[in-house]
């Protein structure tokens, strides 16, 4: 059980262009999303929460227009990157978490701007 | 502020024993977790702590003292697939948010 999907699980995009990410808690019903970004041979760092039907809450230093968050319902987050730029290239993976201590990862998705 | 520090790389051979320390200095703190991640992969759960002392589970165990801000991830019988980054990482006060250690790079040698 417990079992969180992203799609897609890599991407390649233009510079300038949109990419959106999705999340998906596959059977539970997850309260509360994370995302986090991993660039190569760092760790996690987390970028923001996201509560369902609620505004997702961002970390210092994440901008919130650039990273557009979306948590529709209690299986499904999307993550956003506009006017994505090489620099936002990164694996981006989420995490979703009900009432347990435990938050249950995705499989992560790599992003390459170009 | 935040800061959690593990050492950057350690090296290990098949069945020996190996301990990854984690030290943390966090505005509250719930209990500390940690996770094993493949690269290329999410990371996996291993272990929770909330209160002092060691938990067992299998080949693996982790202690965690509150007071002195400190913690360890013992690994037993390293087998080869031990061989992934292994991540400290601290749940802030009433929060479920979780700030990562820097992680630490563990290669088991035969």
């Known amino acids: 059980g417990a079992v969180v999907s992203q799609h897609p699980s890599w991407v390649i995009c233009k510079s300038g262009t949109s990419v959106k990410i999705e999340c998906r808690s596959l059977?539970?019903?997850?309260?509360?999303m994370f995302w986090y970004r991993q660039f190569p041979k760092q760790s996690l760092m987390l970028m923001a929460t996201s509560n369902e039907g609620s505004k997702a809450t961002y970390e210092q230093g994440v901008e919130k227009d650039k990273f557009l968050i979306n948590h529709a319902s209690l299986t499904l987050s999307t993550l956003t990157v506009t006017s994505a730029h090489p620099e936002d290239s990164s694996f981006y993976i989420c995490?979703?978490?009900?009432?347990?201590?435990?938050?249950?990862f995705g499989p992560g998705t790599r992003l390459t701007v170009t | 502020g935040q800061n959690i520090d593990q050492p950057t790389e350690m090296t290990a051979t098949e069945g020996a024993i190996v301990q990854i320390n984690c030290t943390y200095q966090t505005s509250g703190f719930n209990g500390l977790f940690w996770y094993q991640q493949h690269a290329g992969e999410a990371p996996t759960f291993l272990s929770y702590n909330v209160l002092d002392g060691l938990e067992e589970k299998g080949r693996f165990s982790s202690f965690l003292s509150r007071s002195k801000g400190y913690s360890y991830l013992l690994l037993k019988e390293l087998q080869m697939k031990d061989s992934a980054s292994y991540l400290c990482?601290?749940?802030?006060?009433?929060?479920?948010?979780?700030?990562f250690g820097t992680g630490t790079r563990l290669q088991v040698f035969p």
């Open positions: 995490s979703a978490a009900w009432d347990s201590v435990e938050q249950y």
């Open positions: 990482a601290v749940r802030r006060g009433n929060t479920d948010k979780l700030i």
């Open positions: 059977d539970f019903q997850a309260t509360t």
